[in-house]
């Protein structure tokens, strides 16, 4: 039985999904922690924070991973506040796709939930790819000793179809099960990296703080070869600030499942801020444990892709302690992206429930035994094992994940810049005040800098995804949608939907004040 104050803020909850013009058809059971959670796991510093580390070693080596990470996560902290005063006035499961539409026009608002979609599916597919091999070489051969060299594409692709099929099953069964995992993750990520971090300071390091503030350029053969090509300092800058970003993203997560949480105008901007934020911290200790055990910062970055992984298998501490430490890394990550397909099928749900997406009325529908978007969440574990197939290089599949979220971000934060004060006067309880208009400035400045970043090699194979996304979305939009495509409800078509919420509601056997 909910608590009296569940209750109360259940049904403002629901008053305020009413006037935005949808039925209250999921099950609103999050509380604010499990709303923070769901987006820290999906930050999850155990993810980015690990598997993308090569990418900082092999652009500005200690700098990077320290004062990049910094200056990366202190511009995603300015990102979410932005999104997070959006949220607190429109919190819906549709999140940047609804903000955009009702701020900056239909065509906008269509664009922005493609490109958040687009970039949603790639932080499943580039987790779980991240999942697959943390699996294969820290728990499968690390722990069991079992000779994994054989191991290639066809056994990625079996693996990460298997991982991504329990993710789903887990999502089908109701966001109980889901915040349940997702809570748990929140908790294990803090303690592993906690652990983690101690490991690398008690048996590794050097204590040489120099390192940290020291940039060397190693794009090129010096970073064995994982920037292909040597670089300007700055433009390896430039690309070594994918490393925070790819990690620091998916924050959005908050608003997609704010029609599932009590107190969601509250709730929502605290749980992307403060999931920012504590991944900001422990991931740049972390970050800075890793350098200060280096051996050889040099020769960490001629590993390429195994910097990391020689980081840890090399380090001289307990061997049952690494197991251990292997074992809940890897279940980190898989939470990770579990909490990505949850976030991605809300917004499938999201924009088919306004006719967005071919066969809506299909992807839009609720269960009504699990309260859950069920062919949703199925649709986005099929596109998010497809997008491996067409890139199966992990780092392509994160610097897009970074690229198209926070492409997708800085829309409705630039249509609110302009929006603000004229058609945009109504607001939530959370308000940036005079700093609203200057975070807007650097959030689209920061994101056309990451734009230029995350186009180049080894990440070039993002152009034909970005091109051709683009060339679709304008022939989409001018030859069918703008016709078509009538967007979130606004004005008096609010008031005519009064009976088809009612209706919806009814079906999954909703009342005014919740469940």
């Known amino acids: 039985m909910a608590a009296p104050g569940n209750v109360e803020h259940n049904s403002e909850d629901v008053k305020v999904l009413h006037s935005m013009g949808y039925a209250q058809e999921l099950a ?9 959670a769901i987006s820290f796991s999906i930050i999850c510093i155990l993810a980015g924070g690990i598997t993308s580390f090569p990418l900082a070693m092999a652009t500005g080596a200690g700098f990077e ?8 996560g202190l511009f995603a902290l300015v990102v979410a506040a932005s999104l997070g005063q959006i949220g607190s006035a429109y919190p819906t499961a549709g999140g940047l796709y609804h903000w ?61 179809a298997l991982i991504t099929l329990t993710q789903a099953l887990f999502n089908h069964f109701g966001i109980r099960i889901t915040t349940a995992l997702t809570d748990f993750s929140g908790y ?10 101690a490991m690398f300071l008690i048996w590794g390091a050097s204590w040489d703080f120099s390192r940290l503030t020291t940039f060397v350029n190693n794009t090129g053969e010096a970073g064995g070869g994982y920037v292909p090509e040597a670089r300007t300092a700055l433009v390896a800058f430039l690309i070594g600030l994918l490393y925070p970003l790819y990690t620091i993203t998916g924050f959005d997560a908050s608003a997609h499942t704010s029609e599932e949480t009590h107190n969601a105008r509250v709730a929502v901007p605290r749980g992307m801020i403060h999931s920012v934020l504590w991944s900001l911290v422990f991931g740049f200790v972390m970050a800075v444990s890793f350098i200060l055990a280096s051996p050889d910062l040099a020769a960490t970055a001629k590993d ?48 088919a429930r306004d006719g967005g997406l071919p066969g809506s009325s299909m992807w839009k529908s609720v269960s009504p035994t699990w309260r859950t978007p069920v062919p949703a969440i199925w649709l986005g574990a099929v596109l998010s094992v497809a997008a491996t197939l067409y890139s199966p290089a992990f780092a392509a599949l994160a610097a897009g994940c970074a690229l198209f979220l926070y492409v997708s971000y800085a829309m409705p934060v630039a249509a609110g810049f302009l929006a603000e004060g004229k058609t945009w ?20 400045l920061g994101v056309l800098i990451l734009m230029y970043a995350g186009i180049q090699p080894p990440f070039d194979i993002l152009i034909n995804y970005a091109i051709g996304l683009l060339i679709l979305l304008v022939v989409l939009w001018f030859g069918i949608e703008r016709r078509r495509f009538q967007g979130p409800p606004i004005g008096d078509e609010v008031a005519k939907r009064a009976a088809e919420i009612a209706a919806a509601e009814r079906a999954v056997g909703e009342t005014a004040g919740g469940h």
């Open 28 to 36: 609103r059971r999050m509380s604010g922690f499990s709303n923070f």
């Open 65 to 72: 991973a320290t004062i990049g990470w910094v200056i990366g």
């Open 100 to 160: 955009s539409s009702i701020l900056g026009g239909r065509g906008w608002g269509w664009a922005t939930a493609w490109i958040n979609l687009l970039g949603l599916i790639f932080v499943v597919a580039s987790v779980n790819v991240g999942v697959f091999l943390l699996f294969r070489d820290l728990v499968w051969a690390g722990v069991f000793g079992h000779d994994v060299s054989q191991w290639g594409y066809q056994e990625q692709v079996i693996g990460v």
């Open 188 to 197: 294990l990520i803090l303690v592993v990296a906690v652990v983690l971090t």
């Open 304 to 351: 390429g892709a195994n910097a990391w992984f020689n980081l840890f298998n090399n380090l001289p501490a307990p061997g049952w302690l690494k197991d251990i430490i292997a074992i809940a890394i890897v279940l980190a990550n898989y939470i990770c992206a579990l909490a990505g397909l949850t976030s991605t099928s809300r917004m499938i749900f999201a924009f």
């Open 425 to 444: 006067t109504e607001f939530g309880p959370f308000r940036l005040g005079v700093w609203s208009k200057p975070f807007a400035g650097i959030t689209v």
